[in-house]
Nanobody, 114 residues
Framework: QVQLVESGGGLVQPGGSLRLSCAAS????????MSWYCQAPGKERELVAV????????TYAESVKGRFTISRDNAKNMLYLQMNSLKVEDTAVYYC???????WGKGTLVTVSS
């Protein structure tokens, strides 16, 4: 069955960086677009970034453009989110999603605080 497992979250100071990972299994990873979402406390879940099957095409939410980078390694069945220049408002649970079929991971918590 499809499994998506996020890791890499934690506590970081404003201006710092984190790299999130998502390990995919149970399907042919290289055949699917993938995405990252986030859900801040008390807010709706929202799209952060999307990546094409080859990784050549990416789309970002305006709030993270220039700071976050989505990438993938199809040989390792891994999805990544490099988060730089983190802000307090980036605090959220971050989820890996396979849009086709609406599959979600359980999320990893990112807390940006001094």
């Amino acid at each position: 069955q499809v499994q998506l497992v996020e890791s890499g979250g934690g506590l970081v100071q404003p201006g710092g960086s984190l790299r999130l990972s998502c390990a995919a299994s149970g399907f042919t990873f290289s055949n699917y677009r993938m995405s990252w979402y986030c859900q801040a406390p008390g807010k709706e879940r929202e799209l952060v970034a999307v990546i094409s099957v080859t990784g050549s095409g990416t789309t970002y939410a305006e709030s993270v453009k220039g700071r976050f980078t989505i990438s993938r390694d199809n040989a390792k069945n891994m999805l990544y989110l490099q988060m730089n220049s983190l802000k307090v408002e980036d605090t959220a649970v971050y989820y890996c999603k396979r849009p086709t079929g609406d599959y979600w991971g359980k999320g990893t918590l990112v807390t940006v605080s001094s």
